[in-house]
């Protein structure tokens, strides 16, 4: 499975910006979705999660991003979204696109998101 991450950029604290991860010859409606993130220095985490259709399109958030990011699937677009709001420069990270099925994971290339102040 390859992902195509997009969408990252500069933008300023309290800005917002949307990410988008897609995918061909491959249905990603199979795969629970994930978008995590590495800053600089630092191990990376996972920012968000949507189970895969048949799992109630549950959702995770880890506690920093809780009310300001949004995870979202576009099965027919084959496509997921991470809109992120309210911006932090503590957001300032690579983004990475994740597609997990059965413990199998595979990453997207990484999207560069800085947030200046």
């Known amino acids: 499975v390859q992902l195509q991450a997009s969408g990252g950029g500069l933008v300023q604290a309290g800005g917002s910006l949307g990410l988008s991860c897609g995918t061909s010859g491959v249905s990603l409606r199979n795969y629970h979705m994930g978008w995590f993130r590495q800053a600089p220095g630092q191990e990376r985490e996972i920012v968000a999660a949507?189970?895969?259709?048949?799992?109630?399109?549950?959702?995770y958030y880890t506690e920093s991003v809780k009310g300001r990011f949004t995870i979202s699937r576009d099965n027919a677009k084959n496509t997921v979204y991470l809109q992120m709001n309210s911006l932090k420069p503590e957001d300032t990270a690579v983004y990475y696109c994740?597609?997990?099925?059965?413990?199998?994971?595979?990453w997207g290339q990484g999207t560069q998101v800085t947030v200046s102040s």
């Open positions: 949507i189970s895969r259709p048949g799992y109630g399109r549950a959702t």
């Open positions: 994740n597609a997990n099925r059965w413990g199998r994971h595979y």
